[in-house]
């Protein structure tokens, strides 16, 4: 039993009707394993988790539209696989139900054709910088753009709440109340100290 080799030689030569999978299986145990998170099938409430497999492993985007560093108008969640403009209708629309802004400030992932004519059909001023791969760069107000750091402070204020950086919650769902809840802490802290 302790020469594997000599036993997986052996096997080698001989058709099997599973072919080279059964081979596999003979010269490692393990070989093809990927992370426990892996799927193999339908998992109980799949779609409904928000989780998507990117560079860091399974993630969540939160999709935050943003009056202040402390105030959030909008907040949706997405799988972290994928792109970030295909959610913005979603939460620009819940986002000027709210408030009614002159003016969207982006960053370059929201960089598309589709999401500048939304924004000036209705008539607001469109602040998003060219991606790399526009062929000519588009202008956008660089003294405007400076603005969209407070955005960044809200987020890295969520992070400061560990149940939101760690993502205990294992439905969508819950998920995205614990941001709700989050997000109103720190607006009901924003009045406690302004009063």
């Not at 202008?139 to 950086?165: Q, T």
Request: hydrophobic share 35%; charged share 25%; aromatic share 6%.
């Amino acid at each position: 039993m302790g020469e594997g080799w000599l036993l997986a030689a052996a096997l080698a030569g001989v058709e099997s009707a599973r072919g080279a999978k059964s081979l596999r299986l003979v010269f490692g145990q393990h070989h093809g394993t990927g992370a426990s998170a892996r799927r193999r099938g339908t998992q109980k409430n799949g779609p409904a988790q928000a989780l998507g497999r990117s560079r860091g492993g399974l993630t969540t985007k939160i999709h935050l539209a943003a009056l202040s560093e402390n105030t959030a108008s909008a907040a949706q969640l997405s799988p972290g696989c994928e792109s970030d403009f295909e959610h913005f209708p979603a939460v620009y629309e819940q986002a000027c139900q709210q408030v009614d802004p002159k003016a969207i400030v982006t960053d370059k992932g929201f960089d598309s054709n589709a999401i500048r004519n939304q924004i000036r059909r209705d008539h607001r001023r469109v602040v998003i910088p060219s991606r790399s791969c526009r062929k000519v760069n588009l202008r956008y107000d660089k003294k405007l753009y400076r603005e969209r750091n407070r955005i960044e402070r809200l987020f890295n204020k969520l992070k400061h709440f560990r149940r939101i950086a760690t993502r205990y919650e294992k439905l969508a769902k819950t998920f995205l109340a614990c941001v709700h809840l989050a997000l109103s802490f720190l607006c009901l802290r924003l009045i406690a100290n302004t009063t």
